[in-house]
Structure formats: C-alpha cells, structure tokens
C-alpha cells in the first residue's frame, strides 16, 4: 500500500469504528467486536507505515498562505502513531473486559468517543505542520471530555472542568499565540527537519517563545500545569489507560518534541542556549512530583503523579538539544507508553476483582492476582529503568545527553528520580508478594480478573520487555536529517 | 442599466420604505422587504465582481455632475467588500424577521416595521457609498433615524426599550453632530466636501490648529457611533431591548458601517501622512482598543442575559477592529476589514439563533437555554459554533481574524500588545463556557417551557454558520479583498 493510502487508513479507521460504534448500538457484541477488529487492523497498517520508509505529503485543504491541513510521516509521528495504534486494540479488548466488569452506563458512548479519541491522536501523530496539529490537539482534548466525566458524578463533573478548563485555556492563550507567531516569524507552519526558525527571530525571544509552547502544551502536564492529570482519575480506568499511554499526555510530549526537533530545530536551541531553563523545570517537574507520588496512598493517584514525572523525562530529552537526548526522548514516548499501560491495567484489574483502590489494603494482594502482579513488577521495573525492560535504554539514552551537554546536575536529578521511582512502584510490588494480608480475602486462592482483561495486561507487559531486546527499531537518528 | 448600479444599491431599499409603509397586509410588506433586500445583495455582488474586474475605483456622477461640483459615488475594493456584508446580512436577516417580527410586535405596526428596516438599510448602504462627506452625514442620519424607531419598536414586549431608544438617540445624535461640526471646520478651511478634493486641498491648510480640531470633532463623533470603548454605552441597552430582528441586523452590521466611515474619514481624507496620525492617533485608538476588548470580554463574561452578554461581546470585537485600525499599517487595516466582515457573520448568526430563543420564551438568559441542548439542538449548535468563531477557534473565519490582527501587531514589534489582545480574544473562551455548561451539561428544569424549532428559524442563522465555516477555511478570497480594500488607503502587500 502507498503511504497516502495508509495515512488515511489510519485517519479513517477509527472514524469507521465510532460510526460503527453508533450503528450497532443495539448489539453489545457486535459493537465491541467491529471495535476490535477495526483496532487490530488500524494497528496493522500503523506497523506498516513505521515499517515504509515513504514520506508523501497529504494535502486536504489551504486556509491561506502558509496554512494548510496537511499529513506528513516523518519517524517521530510514525512512532507515535505506532503506538497508539498498537495499543489502541489491546486498549480496546481490556475496555470490554473492565466496563463488562466493573458494571459502567453507557457503554456505548463511551466506545464512540474513544474511537474518536484514536482518530485525534493519529490527527496529531501524522500532521505535517503546526496548524493541522492543532486543529487535532483540541478534538482530542473535547474528545476525552465526556470520557473524564463519564460517571457523571459531581465529582467527576468537577475533574471535567478542571481537566477541560487547563487544557483548553493553555492551548488556546499560549499554544495558538506560539502558532501563530510562528507562521508571523517564517511565513510557513511547516515540520522541517532542521527546525524553521532559524534565522527569522532574535536569539533573544526564542526562549520565550519556546515558553509559550512548553506550557501551551498542557497535555504535556509539566508542572505548574499538572493538575488535570491526577483530576481526571475518577474516570474508569481504561480512560486513565487512554489519557496516560495510549493518546493525550503522549500526544502532549509528543507535540513538545515535534515542536523542538521540527520547529526550532535542536541545533538552533542548542547554539542559542534558549531552552536550559526548560532544562531545569523539566528537572523540578520530574523531581516534585515523585516526590508527591510518594505521599498518595492511592493507587490511581500514585501512577497519575508518576506519570506526571515521566513526562518531564521527554520534555527534559527536548530541551535538552541534543540528538541523542532527543531519540532518548522519543524512545521513552514508546517505553512509558508501554510500562504505564500495564500499570493502569492493573490497577484496573485490581478494582474489577476486588474494589480495592487504596495501596494500603493491597497487602499480600499478588499471592491472590499472580499474574497481574507479575506484569505490574515488570511494568514498574521498565518505568525505574531496570534492564532488561524497555525503560533502561531511554534512561541511559538521556543520561548520555545530559553528559554531552555538560548539564551534570540532570545526571544527579535523573539518578535520584529513579530511587524513588523504586521506592513508590516498588513498594506496591513487595507489599503485594511479601506482606502479611491487609486486604481481606478469606482465600489465598488465585482470583484474577476477567480473561478479557488479564490477556492485555500480560501482553503490554511482555511488549515492555520485547520493547527492551528490539530497541534498534525505535532509536531515531535525528542527528541526519529525516523526513521531507 | 449596469452603469447606474452604484445609485441603484441606494435607491432600491430607499424608495421601496414608502411603499412598504403603505401596503397594509403585513406578509405583503414583508415580502416587499425580503425581495428589495434580495436586489440589494444581488447588486453588492455584481458591483464587487465589475469592481475586481475594473481593478480600479468605478466612479458613478449623480446626474451627470462631476466631481467636486456633484455628487459622486465610490465603489472602489473597499466598498465593494463593505457593502455585500450588510445587503446579504440585511437580506439573511430579513429572511428571519418574518417569525420574529410576527412574534414580538403588534400587527399593526408591520408595515411601518418594514419602512423602518428599508430605510436603515438604505442609510447604511448609502454611507459606504457615497464619495461626499456631507452625504455621509445625511445618510448617517437616516439610518440612525429609523434605528431609533426600530429599537423603540421592542416597547411593546419590553418597556425597557424605550429608555434604551431614548439614549441611544441622545448620544447617536451627539454623535452626528460632533461628525457634523469637524465636517463644517473643513469645508470653512478647503471650500469642498468632495472627499478625494478634501484630501487634495488639505495638505495646504495640513498643520493649522483648525485641521487638528475638525480631525478631533470627526473621530470623537465616530468613535461614538461605532461604541468604541469608553463611548460604548448606549450600545448594550439599546441591542438588549430592541425587537430580536432588530438586533440581529444591527449588531451584525450598523457599528460596521460607522468603522468603515473612520478608516475612509482617517486614512482616505487625512491620510497617513497627516501629522500625528500614525503615531498619536494610532496610538490613542490602539489603547482604547485593547482597553474596550478586555472590558467588553469581562462584562460578557459577568452577564447572564444572552442578548446583553453578546452585545458586550460586540463591544469587545469593536475593540480588535479598532487595533487593527490603530496599527496604522496595510495589514492591520486588512486585519479590520476581514474582522468585519467575519464578525458580520458571526454575531449576526448568534443574534438570530438567540432571537429565535427570545421570540418564544420572551427572553433568552442562562436560566431559558437551561438542558436545551436536546431540546433544540439545531439552535444551540449555531450559537455553540458562533461563539467558538468568537473565541477564534481554527477552521473558523475567527481564526482568520485573530491570525491577521496578531500579525498586524507582530509586523510593529507591538509584541506585549499582541499578548493582550490575544490573552482578550481567550477569555472569550469563558462566556462560551458558560454558554456550553448551560446548554449542554445542566438538565432542563422540569418547570421550564418546551421550546421548539423549526427550519424557518434556524436556517437564516445556519446560513451564516456556514458562511462563518466557509470563510475560516476558503479563506484565501477574502483575505486577498481585504488587503485590497487596505490598499485603497495605505500601501502594501501580504
């Protein structure tokens, strides 16, 4: 299949499935299972299109000079819509499995909006310059409005507004006025490797400017704009599965990398010094928030703020401004993507199986759940960094970029991130194996959760590691140039 | 037949307000209004393509007099573009007024409603027109004239319109008058009220104390007209109370006219050149500008009345069009000219799908749109997209603006002025909000009305959804007129 063909699968195809979705509303079954099927072959072609080594243009439609909708695969939005693509359908058969499960309303359009969702992120994944990745950013951001509040509760109606009020509110005053400045500066909105701006603005905006895509990016959740991401988890778990690996925070970091590596240019940033401020509140970013991580007792809560931190690991690889940082950064969007994703599932497992929600009461819960507790060890070990599971290389990747740039207090902060890293995801494993029973079972017996959710969980988990052995597919090289 | 179009424009709306008053039948003078307004936009559009094709102004002489003696008529890039917007808002609106007129007002009062709405219209036109600064005056007259009747015509539902349509023609005549008085100091210094001769003449007379009074006098007056901030007052009342047809053509196009009458008063007369025009005058309507955007913006924001909290909202996106103007540069004149015509579209969209609201429930608040999301969707939707085009959303014409009105800025390293004027246009991202949560988010109280809709009143504002859709996205044509009609007064290129 040519490459326009495969961009517009993978745009196509989860429309598709939300019509579907609506047609079959009538029919859980075959509902769920068109989702399914469509999922696994969106996953298919994204595989695909990472595999080609093609880079048409798509163009739709010109709004004015230098404004267009327009997809462009370039490696980095190929990897990305690789992983939501390939997860979208992992996602997708543990939906089944948790709503079934745990009991939720509306199924249906919680289906339909989710598939939008997916179409959103490849949007953003395969835009070929800033407008057409805005236009995407904000369909994603309304698109998972009604899936955050899905319970309907006040509570849930609250985190809502929250979630909806700081990401719209940063995309719309800082992230568009970034825009378009840009298209001001350079007359064009394009992703060029190499960065566009070089030789249209005066050294001494461009960290301004950066400025006001760091944090016009809220999805990106660097701290002080994080609060909706420990808000939104009131929503049932495959959303938190959704917002932290499959499509939103990694559509943010994403976003953030895109802009540094195709707008600015690393080489840019890097001869201008313009984002070593960034360098450092990426550093706050990772350090306060696992330290608040180690404060939350529960579950959802610990993993969002855990999140929060790894986010700060791909803002920190693009301010960094060095291609090895970079493909460090773009390396970990996969590797956390993977690990975090397992480590909702089990959280969302553990709740089917057994409403338990707080850590304290999950002692000597993985005697109980074996292979649950089985994949969130491994989960949580890639996320620490542990070889042989996904998260080391990116880890040493940045470390390595943090040498070449001198910026040895990085080296120090990333250390001390990945102890307590240890601390507060493996203190849920030993609990889980090693503690006397807090939680309540009258049976040591083996009661996992539904199989529908037990097989993704095992599945994300073993990518982790084959994540690990296969990680000469994932390092892009954005030293030479990429893409068109 | 074709040559006289530029009077017909004029003459057509003007001459049928008579007629309209004297046919008895209610639908007959609604008739007679929905086919003499289909004329008028039908000759703008013919007038802009003779324009384009001309590549130059085409110059009309009233009974054969030529300029300065007679009277003449201008159509150049800027007119051209100006006078679609309001024949096709006035005809869109004319479309609508049928249901809400038959809703709001007295029976008997239809056919002196429709002599009204002709001649507004007809003053409108006849201000974009004209090429004679004292013509302006008259037809400023006659439209603001019927206007006062008009808002006055909502007494009958809302007594309220009356104070309303009293203030409004106290501070709209002050107006006038202040126009009418810098115009005489003019005419005492050149002998001419011809306003290309106008221009001519005062660069001899260009630094004398008068010039600079005369300039204060027109601008004061026009800043009134058009309810820049902090001469905006009347504006809220008078739009708030007025019957929901009323509001709609008015919001969408009257302050419009009066922006286009400064920026050819201004730029077309005085000129750039004119001493302390792009400097301290600019620099006055750039403040006054960005100070009317962040209060209209924060009034929308407190208000809960829809009609009142959209007439702020006007005011605030009077404001951007006054920071295009004050930018004193081809793109922040195209900047003001595309806002024009897109805030056309917009707000007179929302004022229509609100009126629609208003006609039925009597008044259209927060607490009437309540749940009715499912109740009418199709009319919430259109205020939903109206209102994401207010906040400037991409894909939108909105965002259009917003892009060339930031650039304008940009272009004249005004970089913290572009920060407020953007960090103004986000905020409008919080009465739309609102908006939403109410529609959409509440349930519709059990005690609350039914509201209904039906094609005849959503499809005059859909019209203009779509159009605010088109625009965003096949925008190329209209920003290429705009910078056009820029180019009438101040050169330069995109």
Not at chain 2, 62 to 72: E, Q, R, S, Y
Not at chain 2, 183 to 209: C, F, H, I, K, P
Not at chain 2, 264 to 273: K, P
Not at chain 2, 400 to 427: H, N, P
Request: some cysteine; overall charge neutral; charged content about 10%.
């Amino acid at each position: 299949m040519a490459v326009d063909t495969l961009i517009l699968a993978l745009l196509g195809l989860p429309l598709l499935a939300s019509a579907l979705v609506l047609l079959l509303r009538d029919k859980p079954d075959l509902r769920d299972g068109q989702a399914l099927l469509i999922g696994a072959i969106t996953a298919a072609c994204a595989v695909r299109l990472y595999a080609s080594a093609e880079t048409d243009t798509v163009h739709f439609i010109s709004l004015a000079a230098g404004l267009d909708i327009s997809f462009t695969p370039e490696p980095l939005g190929k990897l990305f819509a690789l992983v939501a693509g390939v997860l979208w359908p992992v996602a997708t058969l543990y939906t089944i499995g948790y709503m079934r499960g745990a009991g939720e309303a509306n199924h249906t359009r919680f289906m339909f909006f989710y598939a939008i969702a997916i179409h959103a992120a490849m949007g953003i994944a395969l835009s070929g310059n800033l407008l057409t990745l805005f236009v995407f950013y904000e369909i994603l951001t309304f698109s998972t409005y009604p899936l955050v509040t899905h319970k309907g509760t006040p509570e849930a109606m609250r985190a809502g507004r929250i979630y909806l009020g700081i990401l719209v509110a940063s995309s719309v005053v800082l992230l568009l006025f970034g825009v378009i400045g840009v298209w001001v500066l350079t007359g064009t909105l394009e992703f060029k490797s190499g960065g566009i701006l070089a030789g249209h603005i005066d050294p001494f905006y461009v960290p301004f400017l950066l400025a006001l895509f760091a944090f016009g990016i809220g999805k990106a959740a660097l701290m002080p704009l994080h609060r909706w991401l420990p808000a939104a988890m009131v929503a049932p778990t495959p959303v938190s599965a959704l917002l932290h690996a499959v499509a939103v925070v990694k559509a943010g970091v994403f976003t953030v990398l895109k802009v540094a590596v195709y707008i600015f240019g690393i080489d840019f940033l890097r001869e201008t010094a313009s984002s070593d401020w960034l360098v450092y509140v990426a550093s706050f970013s990772i350090l306060a928030a696992s330290v608040v991580a180690m404060t939350k007792t529960n579950l959802k809560a610990r993993l969002a703020y855990s999140t929060i931190s790894q986010l700060g690991y791909i803002v920190l690889g693009a301010s960094l401004a060095t291609s090895l940082a970079a493909s460090g950064a773009a390396l970990h969007i996969a590797a956390h993507a993977a690990g975090k994703i397992t480590l909702f599932f089990c959280a969302g497992a553990i709740y089917v199986a057994h409403h338990l929600t707080d850590i304290k009461d999950m002692n000597g819960l993985g005697r109980v759940m074996p292979v649950t507790y089985t994949a969130f060890a491994l989960g949580a070990l890639s996320i620490i960094g542990v070889p042989p599971l996904a998260g080391a290389w990116s880890k040493i990747m940045l470390m390595g970029g943090a040498l070449d740039n001198g910026h040895l207090l990085v080296l120090a902060a990333l250390m001390i991130s990945s102890l307590l890293n240890l601390v507060y995801l493996g203190e849920i494993v030993l609990r889980g194996f090693f503690a006397a029973p807090t939680h309540g079972l009258k049976s040591e017996a083996v009661q996992e959760a539904p199989m529908s959710m037990v097989l993704p969980l095992a599945l994300t988990a073993a990518m982790s590691v084959a994540l690990f052995f296969a990680v000469d597919y994932f390092i892009l090289d954005f030293a030479k140039p990429a893409g068109g | 037949m074709m040559q006289h179009l530029p009077i017909l424009q004029i003459i057509v709306p003007l001459l049928g307000a008579p007629l309209a008053a004297l046919l008895r039948g209610r639908d007959l003078a609604w008739g007679l209004a929905l086919l003499l307004t289909g004329v008028a936009f039908l000759i703008s559009v013919v007038l802009f393509g003779q324009q384009k094709i001309a590549g130059e102004a085409l110059i009309y002489e009233l009974g054969g007099w030529p300029a300065p003696i007679g009277i003449v008529y201008v159509i150049d890039a800027a007119s051209a573009l100006v006078l679609p917007v309001v024949s096709g808002i006035a005809f869109v609106a004319t479309i609508a007024a049928r249901r809400l007129v038959e809703a709001e007002i007295d029976a008997r009062d239809h056919a002196l409603f429709y002599a009204a709405w002709l001649l507004t219209i007809a003053g409108m036109l006849g201000q974009v027109t004209t090429g004679d600064a004292f013509n302006i005056f008259v037809f400023l007259e006659i439209s603001s004239l019927s206007a006062y009747a008009l808002v006055a015509m909502g007494a009958g539902r809302d007594r309220r319109a009356l104070p309303a349509a009293f203030n409004y023609l106290i501070l709209g005549t002050v107006g006038a008058t202040f126009y009418v008085i810098g115009l005489g100091l003019l005419y005492m210094l050149t002998g001419t009220l011809n306003l290309m001769d106008l221009s001519e003449r005062l660069a001899d007379v260009e630094s004398t104390r008068a010039v600079f009074t005369a300039l204060a006098f027109i601008a004061l007056g026009l800043f009134l007209k058009m309810a820049l901030f902090p001469l905006h007052f009347w504006l809220v009342p008078a739009y708030a109370h007025a019957p929901s047809a009323v509001s709609a053509l008015m919001a969408a196009t009257a302050t419009k006219v009066s922006v286009y009458v400064l920026i050819r008063l201004i730029f077309g007369v005085f000129g750039i050149e004119f001493p302390g025009l792009a400097d301290a005058v600019g620099l006055l309507i750039l403040t006054l500008g960005i100070a009317g955007a962040f209060v209209g913006t924060l009034a929308a924001i407190l208000e809960t009345d829809l009609k009142k909290l959209f007439a702020q909202s006007s005011i605030a996106q009077l404001g951007y069009m006054a920071i295009g103007i004050g930018a004193m540069s081809a793109t922040g004149l195209a900047a003001a000219f595309i806002h024009l015509f897109n805030h056309a579209l917009m707000k007179g969209a929302l004022f229509l799908a609100i009126g629609a609201i208003a006609a039925q429930a009597g008044r259209a608040s927060m607490h009437t749109i309540e749940g009715a999301g499912r109740q009418i969707p199709i009319t919430m939707t259109a205020i939903l997209v109206g209102g994401l085009a207010l906040i400037g959303v991409p894909l939108t014409a909105g965002f259009i603006s917003k892009l060339y009105l930031i650039r304008a800025l940009l272009e004249q390293d005004f970089w913290m002025l572009a920060g407020l004027t953007f960090i103004s246009s986000a905020l409008a991202l919080a009465y739309v909000w609102k908006i939403i949560e109410a529609a959409w988010l509440k349930e519709r109280p059990e005690d609350a009305p039914v509201l209904t809709e039906s094609p005849v009143q959503y499809v005059p504002a859909w019209l203009m959804v779509v159009a605010t859709i088109g625009f965003g996205i096949f925008s190329a044509p209209l920003v290429e007129a705009a910078y056009a009609a820029a180019n009438v007064f101040i050169g330069g290129t995109r």
